[in-house]
């Protein structure tokens, strides 16, 4: 005789196996059994997915994590496994007592049908609203296609898997069905964590669905094993030690580090258990760190808008009125000697030529390896502490240009400006760039300029999907073209963009992908690419700069986006007009004061309502504080204030203070060393998001 027991695990005369859950005889030691068996398998699945995890959360930030850190991440893996082994198991039992009650009828097979239906249909619907395959053509299909499937699956089962596990047990492949379970587990997990590896963050849903259907043959490939009815109770005992843990997780500072970082729970499992404990669908959660304070009302989170006397703490800082700062957030106030005027009144008689180099690190300006860029440096204003508000091209671009964080009505990009004045301007860049600039819809600023070249790539649907050419020498030959045209135009804006596909580029010659030392390859190619141009130095104003940086590894990031660390948003900046001596600017500033500077070359008057033109720094070596200046990006905001720079990250509640002056790496946190200044900075920045959510 041969029993078909539960997911298919066939048991012999001859072979005693787990038993399978028993709808008939229901009682307190029969329930208690099945519980600590599902217990049981779901925290030794979890119990490996957590190592697993340890391991990567080590390897992202470059050191052992800590013991209590480290039972915190297996104690959610395990937890979590428990979780979706008991949700199994209810299943089976479900699906047991259905049968029951409609033993061998149609009715049975259309209400499980329809009962996995819908609630595929409703984990279906958040799987692909994610936000990278939300973007992806089997967005608009999926939702539907995999519900249908199911439904014709769990109807189809019935009939077909009885005769299909018999004909193979017919044949002696029991033991094969079993492994095949625990393989069909491991391949899930792998592709989770292929998703992980290139495109974390991006793909939350299908990551943790993958983990989720890894996890449950797990728990039911460890039932197969036969443990002990003890190992049971071990593992309740091994989740209730890990559960102060998970209490404690983000009360630290390293935890809510780790929160950060690109591991599989802190990325995934975090943002999913977040996600759902997100009751009034503010975006905040009031679970590990989550940002809210009043999960009933959705007005209230991290950042919102605080409105003094209304009885209610709605920025979650612990106070119904706005704190207030005893800092002056003033203008720079620079030592007028005549520096700035006389170089505007040079420049005004050249061409204005502006290098944007896309994702370019401050730190490879001066670098002998790159002469012509090093030559510029040698030969500019150097503005050795600039920061963008973003490191997402999409945001920062448009900032440098318009020299504001947030978009006002009526206001004039340097595009505009100039075409204001009658002067001309120019865009160039590869389709690439164009193209997504174009999702700006009227915001974007590319279209203001009166005429627009692009250099054809073979680029797909986004930023890294394709655009496998180099660029560099096509653009350069174009702006020289266009510099000796009989048209030439007041401002050239070039948009360089093989340094951001520096681990894409198709390129014979360069490194290993994945390799730092392929990063600098592609900037030595684009050094090389730069020289035709910068020959015509003495004949035009050269502004260098980047739109943002690249992470390379810091702090376990290689790309950029979402964070505004040091590596991903300092950026170089020179500025070369003929005849002006060669000058460093140490005070912190931002990227939005290139607008102002740009009119200043081009002989207008500042815009009032921009930031200060860092043209007016030049030879003023203690202007002030300044008024502050912010910075945003999704997972991450930033205010420099003097030689301060705080970070903040509103979901994790992690607060960062840097002294650039002493520390410009930002290597030494001193949030808690000076939490006053911390506090005000934070204040300040809180108001100025709340201005721009108005």
């Known amino acids: 005789m041969q029993n078909i027991g539960p997911l298919g695990a066939v048991e012999s005369d001859g072979e005693q196996s787990v038993p ?26 979890g119990l490996a997915f957590g190592v697993s995890d340890v391991v990567r959360a080590s390897s992202t930030v470059g050191s052992w994590i800590g013991l209590s850190l480290a039972a915190a991440l297996v104690g959610l893996w395990i937890w979590f496994g428990q ?38 249909l409703v984990i279906a619907r958040k799987v692909f609203a994610g936000g990278g395959i939300r973007q992806t053509q089997i967005a608009s299909l999926g939702p539907w296609v ?67 259907l890894g996890l449950a043959l797990a728990s039911q490939a460890v039932e197969l094993i036969r443990l002990p009815p003890r190992s049971g109770y071990a593992a309740l005992a091994l989740s209730l030690l890990t559960l102060p843990s998970l209490v404690a997780l983000p009360a630290s500072r390293p935890a809510r580090q780790l929160l950060a970082q690109s591991t599989w729970a802190g990325a995934e499992l975090i943002d999913y258990a977040k996600f759902h404990a997100d009751l009034d669908h503010d975006g905040y959660s009031p679970l590990f760190g989550g940002g809210d304070c009043d999960d009933g009302d959705a007005s209230v989170f ?33 030592k007028s000697d005549g520096t700035a005027q006389q170089i505007s009144d040079r420049a005004k008689q050249f061409p204005t030529v502006v290098i944007l180099v896309d994702a370019l690190r401050f ?53 505009q ?24 819809g009227r915001l974007d600023p590319v279209r203001s300029f009166s005429k627009r070249r692009t250099i054809p790539t073979d680029h797909a649907s986004s930023w890294d999907g394709g655009d496998t050419i180099s660029t560099s020498d096509q653009l350069t030959s174009a702006a020289v073209e266009e510099l000796d045209s009989a048209e030439s135009p007041n401002l050239l804006w070039l948009h360089y963009f093989d340094v951001h596909q520096w681990n894409i580029l198709g390129d014979e010659g360069l490194p290993a992908r994945g390799d730092v030392a392929r990063y600098d390859a592609v900037v030595e190619r684009l050094d090389a690419s730069l020289r035709p141009l910068l020959e015509r130095r003495d004949r035009l104003n050269l502004v260098l700069l980047a739109d943002h940086g690249e992470g390379l590894g810091d702090r376990g990031i290689k790309y950029h986006t979402h964070f505004i660390f040091e590596e991903l948003t ?60 912010p910075g945003f990006d999704d997972a991450q905001w930033s205010f420099l204030y003097g030689s301060h720079r705080l970070l903040y990250m509103p979901r994790q509640q992690l607060l960062e203070l840097y002294d650039l002056e002493r520390d410009p790496l930002e290597r030494n946190n001193q949030a808690d060393e000076n939490p006053q200044l911390a506090s005000q900075l934070l204040t300040r920045l809180f108001q100025i998001h709340n201005q721009l959510r108005e």
Request: hydrophobic letters at 45%; charged letters at 15%.
């Open 20 to 45: 399978p859950v028993e709808v008939g005889a229901v009682g307190p030691r029969s329930i208690a059994v099945d519980v600590l068996r599902l217990v049981c398998s779901g925290a030794l699945a």
């Open 83 to 120: 979780m979706l082994a008991i949700v199994v198991g209810t299943t089976i039992l479900l699906i047991g007592l259905i049968k029951r009650r409609f033993p061998n009828r149609l009715a049975a097979h259309g209400l499980l049908a329809l009962t996995s239906g819908a609630i595929t």
């Open 146 to 212: 995999v519900p249908t499937a199911v439904v014709l699956s769990v109807w189809v089962a019935p009939w077909v898997a009885p005769w299909l596990v018999a004909g193979l047990v017919a044949d002696g492949w029991a033991r094969i069905i079993r492994w095949a379970i625990a393989c069909t587990a491991a391949v899930l997990s792998m592709g989770a964590l292929v998703l992980d590896a290139h495109a974390p963050g991006g793909l939350l849903f299908p990551h943790v669905l993958l983990l989720a």
């Open 302 to 334: 991290t950042g919102a808008v605080e409105r003094p006397g209304d009885g209610r703490d709605s920025d979650c800082d612990g106070l119904d009125d706005p704190k207030a700062s005893g800092l002056l957030f003033e203008p720079f106030h620079p």
């Open 363 to 415: 730190d490879r300006i001066g670098n002998p390896r790159f002469p012509n860029l090093a030559q510029l440096s040698r030969e500019s204003i150097r503005f050795t502490h600039v920061y963008s508000t973003s490191a997402t091209t999409l945001t920062s671009v448009p900032v440098i240009m318009r020299g504001r964080v947030h978009s006002v009505s009526g206001e004039e990009n340097i595009a």
């Open 417 to 440: 400006s100039l075409t204001h004045a009658g002067q001309s301007s120019a865009f160039i860049a590869p389709d690439v760039v164009t193209e997504h600039f174009r999702k700006l």
């Open 570 to 629: 300092r950026i170089p900046l020179l500025v070369r007009v003929p005849g002006s001596v060669p000058t460093t600017v140490d005070t912190p500033v931002t990227s939005p004061g290139v607008f102002n500077m740009l009119r200043a070359l081009r002989g207008l008057e500042p815009d009032a309502t921009a930031d200060q033109s860092l043209l007016a720094l030049v030879g003023s070596p203690s202007p002030g504080d300044g008024p502050g200046f």
